[in-house]
């Protein structure tokens, strides 16, 4: 434990720079261009903001076992020289096919997340949120953050796209989390900005406020891809009208405790009445 205990300060220390940094964007930019008139410290400010410092801890302490142990798993299964031929193209192609790949997998983790009924009670903290803005982006179960990383880490290492490097830190996935993390937060920002004929290529707040949307059944279960729409399109799910969602969340209810809410998925289900899930 005392060990730990300097690694975890570093660690709040990085967050909580992190933190500054993006309420310096996001603050003034949801004042200039706001898409719902509401609060910045708004209903659930003080819990989202323990779920944003659990987000930046939680996840590589909880991927790094499956992650090695899948790896090992699936080695004999990849042509060696495909796997070389991949690990070796340069880096931005390395980047790029990494990031394809990467969010075909978390695509699917997410998708899964919504259409199994025992990881949807993890996932459902997510889309609780009454509101949308910036700091929605980091409410979610550690259980929910690890697993859709985990299905789009997978890939990237399985093909050789990512490399586990003893000595040194491969940028490549490191860069691709930390881009999808940063586009996490402008895509759930309170924000009416939209990007026109190219809202098909890169997400928007309007493609994932519409994938919180309680609307209606029909236009819930959409748009899961975190950064490329176009995924979304390939395999069905994609939905984005010109108009912006009117009512997010849903129905099925969750505590407002934060202890609570990391319980709430181990204890017994009283009754499905989860809106979310097909
Ligand atoms: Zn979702
Ligand atoms: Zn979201």
Redesign the pocket.
């Known amino acids: 434990m005392e060990l730990n205990l300097p690694i975890i300060l570093v660690d709040l220390f990085r967050l909580s720079v992190w933190l500054l940094i993006i309420v310096a964007i996001f603050l003034p930019l949801e004042k200039l261009y706001p898409l719902h008139k509401q609060k910045f410290f708004r209903q659930d400010f003080a819990v989202d903001l323990y779920y944003f410092f659990l987000s930046g801890l939680v996840p590589k302490i909880l991927l790094i076992v499956p992650m090695s142990l899948t790896a090992m798993l699936l080695h004999d299964y990849m042509p060696l020289e495909l796997h070389r031929q991949l690990a070796e193209l340069p880096f931005l192609a390395r980047f790029f096919a990494a990031m394809i790949v990467g969010e075909i997998g978390t695509y699917w983790g997410h998708r899964w997340m919504h259409e199994n009924t025992y990881l949807w009670r993890f996932h459902a903290i ?1 889309h609780s949120a009454p509101h949308i803005d910036w700091l ?2 980091t409410r979610a179960h550690p259980i929910d953050l690890v697993f859709p990383r985990f299905c789009g880490l997978l890939p990237m290492y399985f093909l050789g796209l990512a490399q586990p490097m003893a000595n040194q830190v491969d940028m490549v996935p490191m860069l691709i989390m930390l881009v999808g993390t940063l586009w996490g937060f402008f895509i ?1 920002s309170n924000l009416r900005w939209r990007f026109g004929c190219f809202e098909w290529l890169l997400s928007t707040p309007a493609f ?1 406020h519409w ?2 949307t309680n609307d209606s059944h029909a236009v819930i279960n959409k748009n899961y891809a975190p950064l490329l729409p176009w995924v979304d399109k390939l395999f069905g799910t994609f939905y984005l009208p010109k108009q912006w969602p009117v009512k997010y969340g849903i129905d099925e209810p969750v505590p407002a405790n934060l202890m609570a809410q990391l319980l709430l998925p181990f204890l017994p289900k009283k009754k499905s009445t989860n809106s979310k899930s097909p």
Do not use: A, F, K, R
Request: net charge neutral; proline share 0%; aromatic share 0%.
């Open positions: 997510h929605v982006n759930h994932h994938h919180h």
